[in-house]
Every structure is written in C-alpha cells, then in structure tokens.
C-alpha cells in the first residue's frame, strides 16, 4: 500500500487502484508555520546515560509523590521511589541505576522548585528484578491491566500528564463504548509522536489493543494528521484485516490533537461544557502512552524514559532522541551538539503551548515531548497594542468563546462576567493570541481569569 498526501485529503494506492479519503477536522483553529522538517525524517536515537539525574516526585496531575528511598540508597532503573496513598497520582521510578545523592527543591519546567530525587548514575544501566517479561498478558483481566498501568506510573505523554489509569475508570453510571489514540501532533517543531508511529507501529496497536481491554470496547480509533503519510500507512499496514482498530487521516490544523477536538472531528460527538470525554462515551490516549502500556503490560517496564524532541534555528543538530525522565536539558542540547547561535527563548513543550524557560537546569518529565531553542526571529514578541474588534479569534477559538471579552473581563478583574462566558471551558491553546492582529495577551488573560475562578469555588 502507498499513501499519498495532499491538501484535501488523502490518496491510497491499492492494487494499482486509488481511492481518496476526505479529512476530519473542526471548527476554529489556526494554521502556524510547522517547521517540522528539521526531524520530521530523524530516527529516534537514544542518549548516553546521563551522570546524574534529577527526578520530580510530582510531574503528573494529582498528588506529589513520597520518595519511598533516602540519601544513600542504591537504586536499579525501573525502581519504584515515590508514590502516594492519594486517590489521583502517578508513582516515579529510577530511570538509571546508580546512588541517591540528594532529596531536595530544584527547578522545575513549571517555574517553581519542586521537590526531587537526585541519583548519581553508576554507569551500569543495571535493571531492577521486578523488570521482566509477563507470559500471562492474554490472561489479564481489566482490572489488572489497570492494576499494571497505575504501578508503571504511566501517564498522558502528550503534555497533560494526566495518569491513566484513573482516566481508564469511568465514574459511576458512565461507560466507555470508543478509545482514541491521538496521533495528531499538531505543535509545531515536535515530531516525536511522528517518529513513534513510523518506527513502532506494532507496540502501538498492541497498546491500543490492551487499552481496549481495560475499559471493555470493541472500537479503537487511531487519528493522524494528513502531514504524516507515512504513519499512516505504517498503521493501516499494522491493523490490515482488524476490523476493531481504524486509522484515520485528519486535517491539518492546530489543535487538532486536543481532546474535544479530536472527538468532534473523528466522532462528531460533542463534548458538554464543564464536561469529560467519558461524558461521550470516548477516552483519549496518546500514541506514546500506548506504547508505554505495551511496555509496561507486556515487558514489566514502568514509565523510566520519553521521546523528546530537540528543535529550534539554535541547536546544531536537531534530534528526537529517547531519554531518561529527570535529563537535564542540558544534557540534552549537549547531545545535539549544542548551540550555533544563543537562544532568544528556550521551551519546554510547543511554541503554542509550551512553557518558556529561564535556566536550562531543568529536568525531563513525563509530560515533556519538546525542548525548542529559538532565535530572535522564532521568538519575536510584540508589544500589543488596543483591540480593533476584528473577530479573528473568535473565529479561531476551537472551543467557541469570546476571547476578546474574556480578556477584557479579566483585565478589569471582571471574573464573574469571565465565568458566565464560559472562561473555565477554555483549553489555553493559544489560537486567538496566535491570530491576534493587535498582539494582545489574549490567553494569559484567560488564564488568569480560570484562576482567580478557581480560587473563589475553592474559597466556598
């Protein structure tokens, strides 16, 4: 089979016969330059092993983690060192094998210290016994597969860090009939869940296979933005004759790989305000969370290490590379051959909803897909100046808000009037600050009203 990518759709060659597929999408978004090409092609490549790494005890949505180690303990990769009793939290393991020099604050990629588990690496690489190949896993009932999934401290690879299991247990009275894998990645620079579907497609159906299980669906739904043809083809060859697991193309277009988005766009389901997924019926894994469920389910390894991609006009060598969570990314921009020109700016994540950073002395978590060092002209910011009413980000706003006036609300510490229209509904995508004319600081507003909003129902 050959795939064919163009601007409408998409081509298949079968058999000499042709035949095209219209794209999915949704309403809103915006189309960003994708600079991709600098590791679109670049196979993953794993890095040496660091000299020390630092590991966050809290780098998932819930609660920080314990360290269950102290300061002179031997640790083995794959060893569990902090966990919690709270109902919504993801355990950490070692990701090398070496000493634990220190348990302290240390900056993080969120702008705050954290507390982490420094381990000196020993150079072994040696594996903990509790690391090994399972011959059971066509036994496995759901709730062990769940059981597996939550002791790999596995979250969403994407970025939320939101852990899975608890996503993969629906409330009461909810059921789940569909599991999406997003394969969108539709930041710009990142290529790393590109790399994982080209380079791994059997891992990621076994994982969407063992996803499937766990939450009792007969349905699966791989989305792929059209820029990545070969993905999709490396797919559709893997699930060739399963008529449980489809791949389909989608429409290039930021944020094609949010949650609601991709529900809309693959499903036409709509996703309630204030509302989840499962409130639809779906839950929404990431490409490489599959994988990380095959791995953990099937080989016994927890979540120790990540694709990142290393992009940017600054970096020498542009790489995806395969890295022990708690690298510095120091480390990392050393492993591409450092820098050809100082970074204007260096992010953690995305250019559209990454994090800017002001030290390079911070760790890899769970949640980082991308470390992107831009130039003065990658990074350019303008000061904003007053909003001409235009509407361009209300057209641009996936989640149909009002983002001029819930800025503008917020601005004027208006947060009631930001709550009524909706401001808690808004994913911080970035669109309507992307697509400003005026340059004005659109989402930072909103985000700051969700807060404040926040703050109030936690007050009550």
């Known amino acids: 089979m050959k795939v064919f990518g163009g601007k409408w759709g998409i081509r298949f060659s079968e058999g000499g016969v042709f035949r095209d597929m219209a794209l999915r999408t949704f309403r809103g978004g915006v189309h960003p330059s994708y600079n991709k090409d600098a590791t679109y092609a670049k196979p993953v490549l794993s890095i040496s092993t660091p000299e020390k790494v630092v590991i966050p005890l809290h780098q998932h949505t819930g609660a920080p983690c314990e360290p269950i180690v102290k300061v002179g303990d031997e640790v083995k990769i794959g060893q569990k060192i902090g966990d919690s009793q709270a109902a919504l939290t993801a355990p950490v393991h070692a990701s090398v094998s070496g000493k634990v020099k220190a348990i302290t604050n240390h900056p993080l990629s969120t702008g705050v210290d954290g507390r982490c588990v420094v381990i000196e690496s020993d150079g072994l690489d040696a594996w903990d016994e509790s690391v090994k190949p399972r011959n059971d896993v066509d036994k496995l009932s759901p709730e062990e597969i769940i059981g597996i999934i939550r002791e790999a401290g596995i979250v969403g ?38 790399r994982i579907m080209v380079e791994r497609p059997a891992d990621v159906v076994a994982g969407a296979r063992l996803l499937m299980k766990a939450i009792g669906v007969e349905k699966a739904i791989i989305g792929v933005e059209n820029n990545k043809p070969d993905a999709i083809s490396a797919l559709m060859k893997e699930v060739e004759g399963d008529k449980g697991i489809e791949i389909v193309p989608l429409g290039v277009k930021y944020p094609q790989g949010a949650e609601k988005q991709l529900i809309w766009a693959i499903l036409g389901r709509e996703v309630p305000s204030g509302g989840l997924p499962v409130d639809v019926g779906v839950v929404v894994n990431n490409v490489g969370t599959a994988v990380a469920v095959k791995e953990a389910v099937a080989e016994g390894m927890p979540l120790v290490r990540r694709v990142v991609t290393v992009a940017g006009s600054c970096v020498k060598e542009p790489k995806n590379l395969m890295v022990p969570i708690g690298t510095l990314v120091s480390d990392l921009i050393e492993a591409c051959g450092g820098t050809q020109i100082p970074p204007r700016k260096v992010i953690i994540g995305g250019p559209m909803m990454g994090v800017a950073q002001h030290t390079t002395e911070v760790p890899v978590t769970k949640g980082t897909s991308g470390i992107l060092l831009l130039s003065e002209k990658e990074a350019a910011v303008y000061e904003p100046i007053p909003c ?69 129902r936690r007050a009550k």
């Not at 009461?172 to 539709?186: H, Q, S, V």
């Not at 009002?402 to 911080?428: H, K, V």
């Open 388 to 456: 001409i009413r235009c509407g361009k980000c209300v057209d641009a706003c996936p989640m149909n808000l009002m983002p001029l006036w819930l800025s503008g609300y917020a601005e004027a510490s208006r947060f009631d009037d930001c709550e009524r229209l909706g401001a808690l509904d808004c994913i911080e995508c970035g669109c309507c600050s992307f697509i400003c004319p005026s340059s004005r600081r659109l989402v930072q507003g909103i985000r700051l009203a969700k807060a404040e909003i926040m703050a109030k």
């Open 157 to 194: 690879l994407g970025g939320a860090a939101f852990p899975t299991y608890f996503k993969l247990t629906p409330p009461k009275g909810k059921t789940f009939d569909t599991l999406l894998l997003n394969g969108a990645e539709c930041e710009p620079y990142l290529s790393a869940d590109h």
